[in-house]
DNA sequence: TTTGTTGCAAAACGTTTGCAGCCTC
DNA sequence: GAGGCTGCAAACGTTTTGCAACAAA
């Protein structure tokens, strides 16, 4: 589902409220088409349209729960969030000395895993980190 | 590899120290045998073991680097971590409303991600993440 | 003896809280 | 209208920083 409809189901049906902050925020995650954090969110897009840091904490908390946006276990000092939409596109794979993160593809794993049935569970989404260490790191 | 093998080739590698602080905080994480968060460290550990609180999150650091900790991408509003060589042994499904997360088996799906390749990059670890809504939320 | 490690305390920082006013519905 | 939502500012608490003393190798 795309990320829009899934604000918009959500919101629907949690009685919750369509707000211009929300949508503008959404649309920058959307067109920033990469992996972002707080700061980013700070920096680039709160000091560049009208809303306030605590729309954008409170914003990213509701989006986080309606599945919109994810949060990945990366290594470093920031917490890094990308758009559940994005993110099911790709794995990734993860260097834990110098924490580069790389994406890649792989559809066998991707359909084993949407095949999955749970009780009591209705999947969403489904993600695979890979850990290790990178060539630069290696070669020191 | 055990963890504590793990603890003593990183530090042997990069020329670093074995304290008894080190040492005392892995042990520690060992035996907990579950998720656990800074504030774990910082009230159940550091309160009652000969350790000061930047020392936790200094070796915590280390951990992650060294792979013997890993970072999860769970909801809520602390940072959940598990010991890497018990987090390999399954995988994780979250509900993404009310943060619950349920560990579950899947053994192809991990052999098959056991099996990958990867040129420049070693691999040492791999982890499956599922997001959904468990019944209880659906329910309501 | 060298140099990494620890622990302390102060400082800095990000996040939360409470509330008034605004805006959806 | 009712109640969710926003924005502000103050309060809070965690994490970082700098440094001196200590201890591993």
Redesign the pocket.
Same mark, same amino acid.
């Given at each position: 589902m795309k990320s829009i409809e899934k604000l918009e189901k959500y919101?629907k049906e949690h009685?919750? %409220?369509?707000?211009?902050?929300?949508t503008s925020m959404l649309e920058y995650i959307i067109q920033l088409d990469n992996h972002f954090s707080?700061n980013t969110l700070m920096n680039d897009f709160a000091t560049t349209h009208?809303?306030?840091?605590?729309?954008v904490? %409170?914003?990213l908390e509701l989006f986080l729960k309606a599945g919109i946006v994810v949060m990945h276990p990366f290594p470093g000092?920031e917490i890094i969030y990308e758009l559940m939409e994005r993110a099911e596109t790709h794995s990734h794979r993860i260097c834990t000395l110098c924490g580069a993160v790389k994406e890649f593809h792989d559809a066998k794993a991707t359909k084993l895993l949407r095949s999955h049935r749970f009780k009591g569970f209705t999947m969403k989404s489904n993600h695979i980190y890979i850990y290790g260490i990178c060539s630069k790191c290696r070669d020191k």
């Open positions: 919101l009685e919750l %409220r369509h707000t211009l902050e929300r707080i009208h809303i306030s840091k605590m729309s904490y %409170r914003n000092d």
